[in-house]
């Protein structure tokens, strides 16, 4: 149903009979995810989406991980798009079930950050993010692993990591609590010696925190790794050190707004098939996956998996 390595198109007559056939579309929503409820979603899928061409199906996020068991059925059941209707933690759960299967994930973001949808050029407006599927347009994406679990976007360890793990359990979204929480940890977290080895290098190093970019951002438009591409077969390793906080106010942060945090003195990025990261004070570090808080972890271990998940996209979507 698509050629490997870009997005798909009607190339043939086989092909072009393929967008007549009528597909299922689930729609997994998480409730209570963003800041605010949207009381007619189902409405708006209905109104929005063509009838014609789709199945149109619904279900409830109820607990911590339902996304995974509703998204894994719907793989067993030959489901041909199944659409996350959430935040990075909910495409998250619903794209570890999709990789390397015939689904194809659309995205309708909803959450605080919305990082991947950011990156892939999703509109946050709900009918306009409905209006992709209507175009049935599917590229593939890379996706990676670390520590075994799956991620889409982002995952660290240190520093944001910690801001992660204190925003989730606060509860209270929204991006002013999300900078409350980064000033005061500021404050309060230490950097930590890791030991880096990847693709047969190895690299001992200071870092305040080491995000791991598949996508650019951490969400909010705010990209970490303005460099980073979802589909060459590479991650971005960001190592960046404890800032100076006049220096990072007048500095730093205004080329982290910019999306040109890779010019920031910083940071040193580095680029990766696999990789392993361990705190050198054999210590435990904060870990993230996608925004969502994974504990505290012994060490980290990386793999990335080129081309890896059917996504739905834009027509005039230039992939990167």
């Excluded at 299922?24 to 899928?45: A, H, Q, Y």
């Excluded at 969502?292 to 992939?319: H, Q, T, W």
Aim: glycine letters at 6%; hydrophobic letters at 40%; a neutral charge.
């Amino acid at each position: 149903m698509y050629l490997h390595g870009q997005t798909f198109q009607s190339t043939c007559a086989f092909c072009k009979s393929l967008l007549t056939m009528k597909k299922s579309v689930l729609f997994i929503v998480n409730p209570i995810s963003g800041t605010r409820m949207v009381d007619n979603f189902e409405k708006i899928v209905y109104d929005t989406l063509d009838n014609d061409k789709f199945d149109i199906f619904f279900r409830y996020t109820k607990y911590k991980n339902h996304g995974s068991e509703i998204a894994a059925e719907a793989v067993k059941q030959g489901v041909n798009i199944i659409a996350a209707v959430g935040g990075d933690g909910t495409v998250n759960e619903v794209a570890s079930q999709i990789v390397n299967t015939s689904s194809v994930l659309a995205v309708i973001p909803k959450g605080s950050g919305n990082g991947l949808a950011y990156h892939m050029q999703i509109p946050v407006h709900i009918k306009k993010a409905l209006k992709i599927i209507n175009e049935q347009n599917f590229t593939t994406i890379d996706t990676c692993k670390i520590n075994g679990h799956y991620f889409f976007s982002i995952a660290g360890i240190g520093f944001d990591a910690k801001v992660a793990f204190d925003f989730n359990n606060e509860g209270q979204r929204g991006f002013q609590n999300y900078l409350k929480h980064i000033l005061i940890n500021y404050l309060e977290y230490q950097s930590a010696q890791y030991l880096i080895k990847y693709d047969g290098q190895e690299l001992e190093t200071d870092a305040f925190f080491i995000t791991f970019a598949n996508s650019s951002q951490w969400g909010y438009n705010v990209k970490i790794a303005p460099r980073a591409s979802i589909c060459d077969g590479k991650l971005d390793v960001c190592i960046c050190q404890r800032p100076n906080f006049l220096k990072f106010v007048n500095v730093d942060l205004p080329h982290l707004l910019t999306n040109h945090f890779n010019r920031s003195s910083l940071v040193q990025y580095l680029q990766c098939e696999k990789a392993t990261i361990i705190p050198s004070n054999g210590q435990k570090t904060y870990l993230h996956i996608d925004g969502d808080a994974a504990g505290k972890v012994d060490g980290i271990e990386l793999e990335m998996f080129p081309r890896s998940l059917l996504i739905c996209v834009k027509n005039d979507y230039l992939l990167t």
